[in-house]
């Protein structure tokens, strides 16, 4: 223990919102620590909090970094006292002594997915690292063909789709910066493409993590099939209109729904309101492991009732393949890039409440 914890202990990685170069309080401290013990389906003991008080004091500078980890994700690591890393780990044990692990093996889909998709480009051996970059364009791809059928079904067709990606980020979207914004509108259109030949779309991408030289901007693809419109802030802070929305996709990749976190807990409930005001709609939501994706089910369980309807809730067969398919407490990960995922459509209540509003308006 006072070797592991007396260099470093990688606690894995952490929402966005974290990723500074140093944990700036006790309570994103003790948030990491909490999350690590949620991840492991482990209670965090009040004696632990008592004794985390204690550490939080004796941190020096660089001893509670949040870095990169070289492949755009944030990592939390934490120099710690011996006695509080042993601490830690008793409390993660069972009565054997022997630590927990998280479970998020590839699946057969996945990679005969990923296998296939290589197969036609210049590298058909790096499927793998094919699925780490581009996960999160093909689960945005299977959602809006899942989209453009229900859309249709309900008589939106020859509508243009609508789609609003919340907590458009940095490290997936917005990897280019505001230079990559036309590109990022070329990527959408060959993704609507796909999923919805001849189709035109909407796209409104909305978050904290959205460039500020981009805020308020539109910026169409050269074909002029997609248009994207950039937003910073959360979707509740967008202004909202009398005249109602209906027939959007929300898409929210690793949307840390249900997490303990200062931001995260005090931002979706407005967001999922919203949501709810918006119906009829679908929502794609997708996870770094099944316990945030059951995190996630719950929230939106609780926050919608009856106008939830899940269709799919499951591994994403377009998931990523990077990771090991078991994580350990002190690997640094905490799963695999959209490793689940959850589509449910939003439905009119009973009885209805409330003026509806206009995202695209």
């Given at each position: 223990f006072a070797q592991v914890f007396g260099q470093g202990a990688r606690l894995g990685r952490v929402p966005p919102a974290m990723a500074d170069s140093q944990l700036s309080s006790f309570e994103e401290f003790l948030t990491s620590l909490k999350y690590f013990f949620f991840l492991f389906r482990?209670?965090?003991?009040?004696?632990?909090?008592?004794?985390?008080?204690?550490?939080?004091?004796?941190?020096?500078?660089?001893d509670a970094l949040v870095k990169e980890d070289g492949g755009n994700n944030p990592l939390v690591e934490l120099r710690l006292d011996p006695a509080f890393g042993h601490a830690i780990c008793a409390a993660?044990?069972?009565?054997?002594?022997?630590?927990?692990?998280?479970?998020?093996?590839?699946?057969?889909?996945?990679?005969?997915?990923?296998?296939?998709?290589?197969?036609?480009?210049?590298?058909?051996?790096?499927?793998?690292?094919?699925?780490?970059?581009?996960?999160?364009?093909?689960?945005?791809?299977?959602?809006?063909?899942?989209?453009?059928?229900?859309?249709?079904?309900?008589?939106?067709?020859?509508?243009?789709?609508?789609?609003?990606?919340?907590?458009?980020s940095a490290r997936y979207e917005y990897a280019a910066g505001v230079s990559g914004a036309p590109d990022l509108a070329e990527r959408l259109a060959a993704v609507v493409e796909a999923a919805a030949p001849g189709c035109r779309a909407e796209f409104v991408l909305c978050g904290r993590d959205v460039p500020a030289a981009l805020h308020g901007k539109e910026v169409p693809s050269r074909s002029g099939s997609v248009m994207t419109r950039h937003h910073v802030g959360y979707l509740h802070d967008l202004p909202s209109h009398a005249s109602a929305s209906s027939g959007v996709l929300f898409v929210a990749l690793h949307s840390g729904m249900g997490l303990e976190h200062p931001e995260l807990s005090s931002s979706w409930p407005p967001t999922l309101q919203r949501l709810r005001t918006s119906a009829p709609a679908w929502l794609t939501v997708s996870s770094f492991n099944p316990v945030e994706h059951e995190a996630a089910e719950r929230t939106l369980r609780s926050a919608l009732l009856t106008q939830f309807v899940i269709e799919v809730s499951a591994p994403n067969h377009v998931g990523s393949l990077r990771g090991p398919d078991s994580v350990g407490p002190f690997d640094g990960i905490q799963g695999k890039r959209n490793y689940s995922v959850l589509r449910a459509r939003i439905v009119p209540p009973q009885q209805p409440s409330g003026e509806g509003w206009d995202l695209f308006d």
């Open positions: 482990k209670p965090f003991p009040a004696s632990l909090e008592q004794a985390a008080q204690v550490q939080w004091q004796n941190i020096k500078q660089g993660l044990a069972d009565a054997g002594g022997n630590l927990p692990s998280l479970s998020v093996p590839r699946t057969p889909e996945q990679v005969a997915f990923w296998q296939s998709r290589a197969a036609s480009t210049m590298f058909p051996e790096a499927w793998e690292e094919l699925s780490e970059t581009t996960s999160h364009f093909e689960t945005i791809r299977e959602a809006i063909a899942w989209y453009a059928l229900g859309l249709c079904a309900s008589g939106g067709a020859g509508s243009p789709l609508r789609i609003c990606i919340l907590g458009a």
